[in-house]
């Protein structure tokens, strides 16, 4: 199985300080059809997860635009720049790629 | 708005079996392939299969293969998971979820003696 490894595994911010997440996979994510699979959800204390990032970068309609994605086969960054009370939670990545589709363990966001 | 509500969550013996449902509204059901998610009390989130729009084809993970079996019936926009044979290591919160974009509030399921 693909395992996802995400750094760190806590953040303490104050709003309006930028945060960014790490994610490596232990293989490449980039698909036979060219694409990568690499995605990004939230869970929000008592909530179940939403979706944010989608294929590395791109955004679901929804979702502000002080989150963006970035990275390539085996390394990946969430960003947000400017955090805000709701962004608190828990990150996942996750892979699409192969088969089983794994997550990381998760980056607890709080806020200061 | 979509919305996926699982139901069918309980107390289950070693060995035992269980059915979860998930009712999909607010959009084509059978246009979508479906997942099931489940997460662990310590929080990991473990993906335990899909199925595509008419439900010729599932793919599992290897970890639940042949205990599980992922079904839908597109007439009541309704997706299934039959568990048969659990174990404690299955104690989780299912989560029904379209293509892990929309997820369900969950259900839990606790498998106990």
């Known amino acids: 199985d693909v395992v996802m490894t995400q750094t760190p595994v806590s953040l303490s911010l104050a709003i309006g300080q930028p945060a960014s997440i790490s994610c490596k996979s232990s293989?490449?994510?980039?698909?036979?059809?060219?694409?990568?699979?690499l995605n990004w959800i939230l869970q929000r204390p008592g909530q179940s997860p939403k979706r944010l990032i989608y294929?590395?970068?791109k955004l679901y309609s929804e979702v502000p635009d002080r989150f963006s994605g970035s990275g390539s086969e085996t390394e990946f960054t969430l960003k947000i720049s400017r955090v805000e009370a709701e962004d608190l939670g828990v990150y996942y990545c996750w892979q699409g790629t192969h088969f089983p589709y794994t997550f990381g363990a998760g980056t607890k966001l709080e806020l200061k | 708005e979509v919305q996926l509500v699982e139901s069918g969550g309980s107390l289950v013996q070693p060995g035992g079996s269980l059915k979860l449902s998930c009712v999909a509204s607010?959009?084509?059901?059978?246009?979508?392939?479906m997942d099931w998610v489940r997460q662990t009390p310590g929080k990991s989130l473990e993906w335990i299969g899909e199925?595509?729009?008419?439900?010729?084809?599932?793919n599992y993970a290897p970890s639940i293969k042949d205990r599980f079996t992922i079904s839908r019936d597109n007439a009541k926009s309704t997706l299934y998971l039959q568990m048969s044979n659990v174990k404690s290591d299955d104690t989780a919160i299912y989560y029904c979820t379209r293509t892990l974009g929309y997820w369900g509030q969950g259900v839990m399921v606790t498998v106990s003696s």
């Open positions: 607010g959009y084509t059901f059978s246009n979508y392939w």
């Open positions: 199925i595509n729009t008419d439900g010729s084809k599932t």
């Open positions: 294929q590395v970068s």
């Open positions: 293989q490449s994510l980039l698909g036979t059809s060219g694409k990568t699979f």
